[in-house]
Protein backbone atom coordinates (compact mmCIF):
# COMPACT_ATOMS: atom_id res chain seq x y z
CA UNK A 1 0.00 0.00 0.00
CA UNK A 2 2.82 2.59 0.98
CA UNK A 3 4.31 1.97 -2.43
CA UNK A 4 1.58 2.52 -4.41
CA UNK A 5 1.22 5.50 -2.38
CA UNK A 6 4.65 6.73 -3.26
CA UNK A 7 4.27 5.64 -6.87
CA UNK A 8 1.26 8.10 -7.02
CA UNK A 9 3.20 10.66 -5.35
CA UNK A 10 5.66 10.23 -7.27
CA UNK A 11 3.75 10.57 -10.72
CA UNK A 12 1.91 13.30 -9.86
CA UNK A 13 5.22 15.46 -8.40
CA UNK A 14 7.00 14.58 -12.09
CA UNK A 15 3.98 15.49 -14.46
CA UNK A 16 3.64 18.45 -16.39
CA UNK A 17 0.72 20.55 -16.25
CA UNK A 18 0.01 21.68 -19.29
CA UNK A 19 -2.98 23.75 -18.06
CA UNK A 20 -0.40 26.25 -16.90
CA UNK A 21 1.65 26.60 -19.77
CA UNK A 22 -1.36 27.89 -21.55
CA UNK A 23 -1.58 31.55 -22.64
CA UNK A 24 -4.65 33.92 -21.43
CA UNK A 25 -7.17 34.60 -23.98
CA UNK A 26 -5.63 36.63 -26.56
CA UNK A 27 -6.77 40.26 -27.06
CA UNK A 28 -7.70 41.15 -30.61
CA UNK A 29 -7.01 44.61 -31.29
CA UNK A 30 -4.96 47.04 -33.32
CA UNK A 31 -2.45 48.77 -31.69
CA UNK A 32 -3.28 52.03 -29.81
CA UNK A 33 -2.20 54.83 -31.71
CA UNK A 34 0.19 57.22 -29.61
CA UNK A 35 -2.15 60.87 -29.92
CA UNK A 36 -5.66 59.22 -30.88
CA UNK A 37 -7.95 60.71 -29.53
CA UNK A 38 -10.47 57.90 -29.25
CA UNK A 39 -9.45 54.32 -27.89
CA UNK A 40 -11.96 50.94 -27.11
CA UNK A 41 -10.75 49.24 -24.03
CA UNK A 42 -13.01 45.96 -22.99
CA UNK A 43 -12.68 43.30 -20.36
CA UNK A 44 -11.33 40.03 -21.59
CA UNK A 45 -14.86 37.70 -20.41
CA UNK A 46 -17.15 40.07 -20.28
CA UNK A 47 -18.51 42.60 -23.11
CA UNK A 48 -20.84 44.88 -20.93
CA UNK A 49 -17.14 46.18 -19.54
CA UNK A 50 -16.92 47.82 -23.12
CA UNK A 51 -16.15 51.41 -22.87
CA UNK A 52 -14.97 54.01 -25.75
CA UNK A 53 -12.89 56.57 -24.47
CA UNK A 54 -12.53 60.02 -25.20
CA UNK A 55 -9.00 60.45 -24.53
CA UNK A 56 -8.81 64.24 -24.77
CA UNK A 57 -11.90 65.16 -22.70
CA UNK A 58 -12.66 62.22 -20.48
CA UNK A 59 -15.83 61.57 -21.98
CA UNK A 60 -16.76 57.82 -21.55
CA UNK A 61 -19.16 55.81 -23.56
CA UNK A 62 -20.82 52.15 -22.32
CA UNK A 63 -21.60 49.43 -25.33
CA UNK A 64 -25.32 48.77 -24.41
CA UNK A 65 -27.21 45.77 -25.72
CA UNK A 66 -30.43 47.41 -26.65
CA UNK A 67 -32.25 44.65 -28.29
CA UNK A 68 -31.64 40.95 -29.92
CA UNK A 69 -28.13 41.52 -31.74
CA UNK A 70 -28.27 45.09 -31.45
CA UNK A 71 -25.46 47.01 -29.94
CA UNK A 72 -25.21 50.74 -29.28
CA UNK A 73 -22.71 53.27 -27.95
CA UNK A 74 -24.21 55.06 -24.72
CA UNK A 75 -22.31 57.47 -22.77
CA UNK A 76 -22.25 57.82 -19.26
CA UNK A 77 -22.20 60.00 -16.88
CA UNK A 78 -18.56 61.34 -15.65
CA UNK A 79 -19.21 62.78 -12.16
CA UNK A 80 -17.07 66.59 -11.97
CA UNK A 81 -15.54 65.94 -15.51
CA UNK A 82 -17.20 69.45 -16.50
CA UNK A 83 -14.25 70.99 -14.17
CA UNK A 84 -11.59 69.71 -15.83
CA UNK A 85 -10.76 71.63 -19.15
CA UNK A 86 -10.49 69.80 -22.41
CA UNK A 87 -7.40 70.22 -24.34
CA UNK A 88 -5.46 69.20 -27.32
CA UNK A 89 -3.63 66.09 -26.37
CA UNK A 90 -4.70 62.57 -24.86
CA UNK A 91 -4.59 62.95 -21.29
CA UNK A 92 -7.07 60.25 -20.24
CA UNK A 93 -6.67 56.65 -19.16
CA UNK A 94 -8.89 53.58 -18.75
CA UNK A 95 -8.29 50.56 -17.31
CA UNK A 96 -10.00 47.37 -16.46
CA UNK A 97 -8.98 44.51 -14.10
CA UNK A 98 -8.76 41.48 -16.02
CA UNK A 99 -10.04 39.32 -16.53
CA UNK A 100 -13.80 40.22 -16.05
CA UNK A 101 -13.63 43.96 -15.73
CA UNK A 102 -14.59 43.78 -12.28
CA UNK A 103 -13.10 46.67 -11.44
CA UNK A 104 -13.26 49.47 -13.98
CA UNK A 105 -11.03 52.89 -13.41
CA UNK A 106 -10.66 56.34 -15.46
CA UNK A 107 -7.84 58.46 -14.60
CA UNK A 108 -7.10 61.75 -15.75
CA UNK A 109 -3.05 61.46 -16.24
CA UNK A 110 -2.77 65.59 -15.64
CA UNK A 111 -4.05 65.91 -12.36
CA UNK A 112 -4.50 62.51 -11.08
CA UNK A 113 -8.23 62.74 -10.33
CA UNK A 114 -9.54 59.11 -10.59
CA UNK A 115 -12.66 58.38 -11.03
CA UNK A 116 -13.92 54.28 -10.42
CA UNK A 117 -17.55 52.72 -12.62
CA UNK A 118 -20.34 52.14 -11.10
CA UNK A 119 -23.36 49.90 -12.02
CA UNK A 120 -26.71 51.73 -12.11
CA UNK A 121 -28.78 48.76 -10.03
CA UNK A 122 -31.52 49.61 -12.29
CA UNK A 123 -30.47 49.56 -15.07
CA UNK A 124 -27.81 46.81 -14.70
CA UNK A 125 -25.77 47.35 -18.04
CA UNK A 126 -25.58 50.96 -17.32
CA UNK A 127 -23.33 52.69 -15.22
CA UNK A 128 -22.08 56.00 -14.09
CA UNK A 129 -18.56 57.11 -12.89
CA UNK A 130 -17.68 58.61 -9.09
CA UNK A 131 -14.73 60.26 -7.92
CA UNK A 132 -13.26 58.11 -5.62
CA UNK A 133 -9.88 60.15 -5.46
CA UNK A 134 -9.21 63.81 -5.96
CA UNK A 135 -5.72 65.59 -6.32
Not at 65 to 91: C, G, S, Y
Amino acid sequence: MKCRLLFVAILCASTRLTAQDNPPFPVQQTSAVADGRFEVVQALLSREYTFRLDRYAGRVWQLINVAADIWQWEETRVIDLAAVPVQNRARFQLHLSAPAGATAILVDTDTGITWQFKKDKSRPRQGWWEVIMER
